[in-house]
């Protein structure tokens, strides 16, 4: 099994930043991916960002340029870094790890609140 719990979300301002994290614990060895997912008040739950073993990233197009996916050599923590933050980005916030056997975990959460 592999836990997931989030933290660091909060209220900013337009523009400002933000960094959310994710503590790893469990079977750790067995994720292939971690992820940053969100879901936002009567919207579907969107990715955000990955990173592969290999420390190759994707991000969803609204927030390429803004967003930084990183985690630690032990897989152990996941960072969001968050700037230029607009209110739209504005949702939930979900840690994610894929195992390799094709299981997903999920975090419970952490919200994000940006006003204009």
């Known amino acids: 099994q592999v836990q997931l719990v989030e933290s660091g979300g909060g209220l900013v301002q337009a523009g400002g930043s933000l960094r959310l994290s994710c503590a790893v614990s469990?079977?750790?060895?067995?994720?292939?991916?971690l992820g940053w997912y969100r879901q936002a008040p009567g919207k579907q739950r969107e990715l955000v960002a990955t990173i592969a073993p290999s420390r190759t990233t994707t991000y969803a197009d609204s927030v390429k340029g803004r967003f930084t996916i990183s985690r630690t050599s032990a897989n152990n923590m996941v960072y969001l870094d968050m700037s230029s933050l607009k209110p739209e980005d504005t949702a939930v916030y979900y840690c994610?790890?894929?195992?390799?056997?094709?299981?997903?975990?999920w975090g419970k959460g952490t919200l994000v609140t940006v006003s204009s």
């Open positions: 994610n790890a894929h195992t390799i056997s094709g299981s997903d975990y």
């Open positions: 469990g079977s750790i060895f067995s994720i292939n991916a």
